[in-house]
T-cell receptor, first 113, second 113 residues
Framework: GQQLNQSPQSMFIQEGEDVSMNCTSS?????WLWYKQDPGEGPVLLIA?????ELTSNGRLTAQFGITRKDSFLNISASIPSDVGIYFC?????????????FGKGTKLSVKP | NAGVTQTPKFQVLKTGQSMTLQCAQD?????MSWYRQDPGMGLRLIHY???????DQGEVPNGYNVSRSTTEDFPLRLLSAAPSQTSVYFC????????????FGSGTRLTVV
């Protein structure tokens, strides 16, 4: 089946630093999504990307849909303590037997004040 | 304004016991799904439903049963629990299959001893 490779697995950064994480796939997706999971909670959608090459921002978060449709990147600028959590990428294709989200394994972010 | 409600929040089972994890949504979403989250594995799809009376298997369906008699409810049944089913289980719903706007419940942490 389809697999997403997300890296890095974990990050330990100082408050105020910028963060970058990425996700790659062996196959193409029509939509790339980025979720954040706080401890003890379910994932919450941060950004959705619909078009190859698209660059979308949500506050301090910026995500890009790779031109090959096989990858996506998430950047967090000027990190703060509440950015702590697990970030998941997810890919989605429409139609046929597809239409279910495929998740990466997550990037665990720790921020030192 | 409840969104997706999962019960119980925590559960300990003995090997061989059966139980049902409950999931209910009040958003009139057609699509509902169950994921399990294991350390370092991300979220893996167990079963999903595209509407009342229609269910299908995901990536890791073995040992789990589902049914969907109403739009609101999508219970997950473990017929004979095994230690390998120790995990955190998340229910998610969306307007329709292939719709990215998944709303997740807060999860059920299950331990099988």
């Amino acid at each position: 089946g389809q697999q997403l490779n997300q890296s890095p697995q974990s990050m330990f950064i100082q408050e105020g630093e910028d963060v970058s994480m990425n996700c790659t796939s062996s196959s193409i997706f029509n939509t790339w999504l980025w979720y954040k999971q706080d401890p003890g909670e379910g994932p919450v959608l941060l950004i959705a990307l619909y078009k190859a090459g698209e660059l979308t921002s949500n506050g301090r978060l910026t995500a890009q849909f790779g031109i090959t449709r096989k990858d996506s990147f998430l950047n967090i600028s000027a990190s703060i303590p509440s950015d702590v959590g697990i970030y998941f990428c997810a890919g989605l294709n429409y139609g046929g037997s597809q239409g279910n989200l495929i998740f990466g394994k997550g990037t665990k972010l720790s921020v030192k004040p | 304004n409840a969104g997706v409600t999962q019960t119980p929040k925590f559960q300990v089972l003995k090997t061989g016991q059966s139980m049902t994890l409950q999931c209910a949504q009040d958003m009139n979403h057609e699509y509902m799904s169950w994921y399990r989250q294991d350390p370092g594995m991300g979220l893996r799809l167990i079963h999903y439903s595209v509407g009342a009376g229609i269910t299908d298997q995901g990536e890791v369906p073995n040992g789990y049963n589902v049914s969907r008699s109403t739009t609101e409810d999508f219970p997950l049944r473990l017929l004979s629990a095994a230690p390998s089913q120790t995990s955190v289980y998340f229910c998610a719903s969306s307007y329709a299959r292939g719709s990215f706007g998944y709303t997740f419940g807060s999860g059920t942490r299950l331990t099988v001893v």
